[in-house]
């Protein structure tokens, strides 16, 4: 019989993984630059863990049979678990916690889903205990200076602010609030327009739904408006967060055909999980265009997990692995293949394996970077050469009893 | 370039004539003698894709049509992931429940329970039927719906009625209404937030030239 991988199921081989490896390098190294430190969760979460942020539904988890009152589920993404992890831990910690992950996540597809990968990879930082404007502006450039050390030449990136939403939103009344939010949540231009509502509120749904694009245009349009403190007091936070972005000079400099920051103040949720900025990283591939990673400021959801019900600040980001890996592949700078060995220890006869096997190991010892390879018997010199060429081996050492072994520098020309 | 994703059949002559207005022509798919499935407008400022009614909301949802002209009921049908942007008021028709004029039945209530309903709008049907607390069975079909009653398959059918026509001379007879619907003009949501190709500019000239057609 033949077993098959579970649909939705993939495989990473060694070159996939030496490709993997090739971002997620880059974007750790980047992480600790930032004085981030790795933290590892459990793959498995209960149910309510996962879904007590109101950002996940039950139908997207994978979830496992166990005991009868612990309902378990594979992680969608990692923000409920570090939450969790991190509540119990914050009372004596010196604060803000500054948190990395590079990890798998699991989602189920969903019905009418084209898609049924189940399984995805992501790295991505939370930082807690701290808010404010230069909280803000870490977590925006800590992303661009990790999309900018792979390389990636078109991107923009997508910044609204939840909060600020969410509050011109409250201006419209309760039996039609939820409606309105969705229909722009969702850019659900017709529904607005045959909602009931006072052409002053209509107009006011239309001008939310469109309010999106240069920064300096959508803040002085925002800036027309008739706010309260909260949300002059927004306004003012994203303006001066939109000037540590542009004057920081990190965004792409090359922004065609898009620009490489558009200020959106539709980009909200259907469900109130992000409290402040809210951002998506776009990218063209030749598949269209494609979310790489997204984020937000959430400074309710650690109260969710504290006993007493404490929060504590929070905003973070994750990059979406495949995508990246999908994105960076025809640019040609991922790794084209895997690493080859430079030696390759021949012994030539049953006497010479204890040579052999400590001359490996000498090679091994001298030069820490070293592949060495020990050929396994079976084969004639000439596929030993073949199999050396193959393997883009550069060097062979025959190993015979009681001689210096003799080295020979494979060539690899054809 | 700007792809727009256009429905064969029924709503490809007005959409055509409506992007025709804004200054984009594809009135080359009407050409009887035209087998190709993407063109340029003649000034090459964009590309239409000629596609299956239910395809144009899938190359909107995946981006390779940031526009797409379809009608309502297949939104309702496939609920796909696009920004829904205007009401282009033609291609008029509902979706309705129909039975036999012979049968006793004359609403959906009165349908029995775990009775059958032949529909090629499965969702559409059953998110009906359920909103009823009625049980009943959907049979998926593909086309000739009108056969269900007919053949006795099923008691009741769920399916696009324009003039009403084809049930009358079916001998069928409509009970209910589920939902008006027309053509509407969808747009890939990301496309759509960055305004690739200049995209909210040919957008408000379709709205405006459907405004003015009212």
Known sequence: MVYQSPAGARDLLPLDVAQKRWIEDRLQQVFHCWGYHRIITSTLERLDTLMAGGAIQRSTVIQLQESEEEELGLRPELTASIARAAVTRMAGATLPLRLYYNANVFRRAHEGSHSRQ???YQAGVELLGTGGLLADAEI??????????LGLQQWTLVLGEAGLTRSLLASFPLAVRDQVR????HLDRITLETLSLTPELREQALMLLDLRGRPSDVLQKVASLKLDAYQRKALDNLKSLIELLEKSNSLPSTPHPSP?????????????YYTGIVFEVVSPSEAGL??????GRYDQLLGLYHPQGQSYPGIGFSLQIEQ????????GQLPQQTPGSEWLVVPDSPQAYTAALAYAQNLRHSDSLARVELDLGGRTSAEIYDYARHRRIAQIAWVKTGEDPVIETVNHQP | MLTVALPKGALLEDSIRLLQSIGLDFSAFLEPSNRLLQIADPTNTAKALLVRNHDVPVYVEYGQAQLGIVGY???REKVPQVAHLADLGYGKCRM????????PYRSALELPLYGRVASKFVHCAREYFNSLDLPVEIVPLYGSVELGPITGMSEAIVDLVATGTTLRENGLIETDVLFESTARLIAHPLSYRLDTDGMHEWIEKIRAATEARV
């Open chain 1, 140 to 149: 925006l450039l800590l992303l661009i200076d990790g999309l900018n050390s």
């Open chain 1, 324 to 331: 990246l890996h999908q994105i960076l592949l025809p640019t």
């Open chain 1, 290 to 295: 494609q979310i790489l990673g997204q984020g």
């Open chain 2, 73 to 75: 009921d297949v939104l």
């Open chain 1, 182 to 185: 969705w229909a722009i949540a």
């Open chain 1, 118 to 120: 189940q399984e995805f």
């Open chain 2, 96 to 103: 309705s429940v129909a039975v036999k004029k012979s049968s």
């Open chain 1, 260 to 272: 490489s920051l558009i200020l959106d103040l539709s980009l909200i949720r259907t469900f109130d």
